[in-house]
Nanobody, 122 residues
């Protein structure tokens, strides 16, 4: 089994910044697109940002210009730099890999991390 382990969440004041990280727990041969989703209480999970293995990115309109997604393919890690945070950014943030292949050859699709809480409040 492999885990996607998120870190970097926490409590921050409006206007502040956080950097989320998501790393695979085992030796990975390849990961295609990776993404960050979020789910606020009482709302559906939504896409925040995605990045292909080639580095092409896509952002939700609500975060474009404030958040930056990046990845380190050598470390099989994806990051989300969040600046100018707003209270409406409060949610559990989840890491997703659309296709993850282990060195052993095993393939997982639509693989999720456990989530990390981000709270923006004064």
């Amino acid at each position: 089994q492999v885990e996607l382990v998120e870190s970097g969440g926490g409590l921050v004041q409006p206007g502040g910044s956080l950097r989320l990280s998501c790393a695979a727990s085992r030796s990975i041969f390849s990961i295609n697109a990776m993404a960050w989703y979020r789910q606020a209480p009482g709302k559906q999970r939504e896409l925040v940002a995605s990045i292909t293995d080639g580095g092409s990115t896509n952002y939700a309109d609500s975060v474009r210009g404030r958040f930056t997604i990046s990845r380190d393919n050598a470390e099989n890690t994806v990051y989300l730099q969040m600046n100018s945070l707003k209270p409406e950014d409060t949610a559990v943030y989840y890491c997703n890999a659309d296709r993850l292949q282990l060195v052993s050859g095993h393939i997982f699709t639509d693989y999720w991390g456990q989530g990390t809480q981000v709270t923006v409040s004064s």
